[in-house]
């Protein structure tokens, strides 16, 4: 498997999550906000990201229509969790409180794709479109870095579903 494979790369930023998630119990004031801020928007590129890449791909080639309307309802609930976290003063219990909640549903949905979106994915979409995706990851994140562009509106399950992926490598075309 490629390290460009989007399977691998999906699975390289859940670790990023996870660290950046835990790295907010060592800051306080500006530090923390920034942090926060950081990862907010990475989770919401993530989400994008995994709607128009991954998940059309989940419903239309393994047979994933159910885990891919789970997967958008969890990053829907992702969004709220973390637009919650915004409603507070940074650093204060309620504050705190929201952070742990948007780390928890992230958690939740993290280990639900590794253990049961990944491997039907991986089986039903070959290793060429996978690393193709992989670009395709890549590219999409270099346009929208720090969320650039993109609303943070809820997803719809239909929407995504419908989303045709092209085929191919993006930087050949």
């Given at each position: ?143 929208h870095e720090e969320a650039e562009g993109l609303s943070g ?13 092209p085929e191919g490598d993006p930087s050949v075309q």
């Amino acid at each position: 498997m490629s390290d460009f494979e989007i399977t691998a790369l999906v699975l390289a930023e859940h670790e990023i999550f996870r660290r950046d998630f835990a790295a907010l119990d060592d800051l306080s004031g500006e530090e923390l906000a920034d942090a926060w801020g950081a990862l907010h928007a990475k989770l919401e590129v993530h989400a994008v990201a995994e709607e128009q890449l991954f998940y059309p791909l989940l419903a239309q080639e393994a047979d994933g229509e159910q885990e891919t309307a789970d997967g958008v309802h969890d990053h829907n609930e992702i969004r709220h969790a973390a637009a919650a976290v915004e409603e507070h003063e940074v650093g204060s219990e309620a504050w705190w409180e929201a952070v742990r909640n948007a780390r928890q549903v992230n958690a939740d949905h993290m280990a639900e794709e590794e253990t049961e979106f990944f491997p039907p994915f991986k089986d039903a979409v070959d290793d060429e479109q996978r690393e193709a995706l992989g670009m395709r990851w890549l590219a999409f994140h270099d346009e929208h870095e720090e969320a650039e562009g993109l609303s943070g509106d809820d997803a719809k399950v239909a929407e995504v579903v419908a989303i045709e992926v092209p085929e191919g490598d993006p930087s050949v075309q």
